[in-house]
């Protein structure tokens, strides 16, 4: 079986909030990038979200999505919520 891994591009939009986020808050941070996974002849492809790391805590975000991800797709929080849940949980 083929598995075909392709690079997801991070929306400018995106990218801007997050990297003023970490910025106000003096984290060094590196926001990586998503994948989109397809299986080749079949119906089946997955969309990776982009990943952000800080403290063992990963941070899912998917582009033109106003929801984060918290280590899984189960807890989430708006992105309006981000810097004061990376506050309570930086240390």
Known sequence: ????????EIEDTLKKKVKNIL????????????NIIN?????IA??????LVI???TYLFFNECENVYINTLEE???FNELENYIKLHKD
């Open 1 to 8: 079986m083929q598995i075909i891994k392709e690079k997801l």
């Open 23 to 34: 910025m106000f808050l003096n984290i060094k941070s590196k926001l990586e990038r998503g």
């Open 39 to 43: 299986i080749p002849k079949t119906n």
């Open 46 to 51: 997955y969309i990776e979200p982009h990943k």
């Open 55 to 57: 403290n063992n805590i």
């Open 76 to 78: 989430s929080i708006t």
